[in-house]
């Protein structure tokens, strides 16, 4: 990791603010519990594929200082800017709190997510998920979540969802919303469940030998690797006793989600979609 600090900007999200320097100190802030930061039970995956200019390392080092329980996996998808560089920064001065797994070559989120999980199972999390890299989810969400499986033994995944609600905050551009729709209903058709947003890059799973199944084979659907995941639980339970996608996965409706610009999903990539929602339905639902 030589180097990894060169040019490193003396900014928001970079060495110099009050949170980074608290952050890497090794000192947790009050309302820190020191076991939790040496043992982490709950991973989070963060995929990365050239977002060095959308790092916000201020806002991991914020939400880590209050939250030692919970640490971030970032997976480097083969970044051709100086994205590895910067989360190694990171993980350098904040072990406990922040690793980083390295990809040769980009592979797609879908592999990037795929890895992590399987990186974070292998670990030991007691819950395991992933979070969009540009943080239109914020942080803050987390602890819901696992409050949320922490409450609810019998729910194996939550999936965060953008609905519109009375104070709530979802800002969302209206073509992708509307886009999203006519997709969304697609996804309800082929998987035979009222999903509201499959899409929606804020997951965590309780770990299980089940939920490791998920994640051992690579997805056949890039673009909708979420919905092949609950294509997958559906098929490994078909013809059993075990209860289904529907009772073991809730929707969180989300209480911020916000458009980031520079998303690398255009409208070419809804083609995309419905292909692999087709090849999912081969696989995995067809009778």
């Known amino acids: 990791m030589s180097g990894c600090h060169a040019g490193l900007p003396n900014g928001r999200g970079w060495p ?6 608290s952050w890497i100190s090794g000192n947790p ?3 820190v519990d020191s076991a939790a ?9 963060i995929p990365c594929y050239n977002e060095a200019h959308r790092l916000q390392p201020d806002e991991f080092s914020r939400f880590s200082s209050k939250h030692g329980d919970v640490r971030f996996l970032f997976v480097d998808d083969g970044s051709t800017d100086d994205t590895l560089a910067r989360l190694e920064a990171m993980a350098e001065h904040a072990p406990r709190t922040c690793g980083v797994l390295p990809l040769a070559s980009n592979q797609g989120k879908a592999e990037a997510v795929r890895q ?8 030991g999390a007691t819950y395991a998920g992933y979070w969009d890299a540009d943080l239109a989810t914020p942080l803050d969400e987390i602890p819901r979540f696992i ?8 729910l194996e995944a939550l999936f965060g969802s953008r609905v ?11 073509s992708r919303h509307y886009l999203g729709r006519v997709g969304a209903t697609a996804i309800s058709i082929t998987l035979g469940l009222a999903v509201y947003d499959t899409q929606c890059g804020a997951k965590l799973f309780r770990v299980s030998p089940e939920c490791k ?18 294509a997958r639980m559906a098929a490994a339970r078909r013809g059993t006793d075990r209860l289904g996608p529907a009772d073991v996965i809730r929707e ?3 209480r911020e989600w916000r458009d980031v610009d520079g998303s690398k999903v255009g409208p070419i990539d809804f083609l995309r979609s419905m292909v692999g929602l087709a090849r999912i339905h081969r696989r995995y639902l067809r009778r």
């Open 213 to 230: 199944a998920l994640f051992a084979d690579p997805f056949i659907s890039g673009w909708v690797f979420d919905v092949e995941i609950i």
């Open 29 to 31: 802030r009050v309302g």
């Open 37 to 45: 930061m040496d043992h982490p039970s709950t991973y989070i995956v």
């Open 16 to 21: 110099g603010s009050s949170d980074y320097r």
């Open 116 to 123: 992590g999980m399987n990186r974070a199972i292998d670990e």
């Open 147 to 154: 409050q949320t499986l922490d409450a609810h033994p019998r």
């Open 164 to 174: 519109q609600l009375l104070g709530h905050v979802i800002d969302r551009k209206a």
């Open 252 to 254: 969180l409706p989300l």
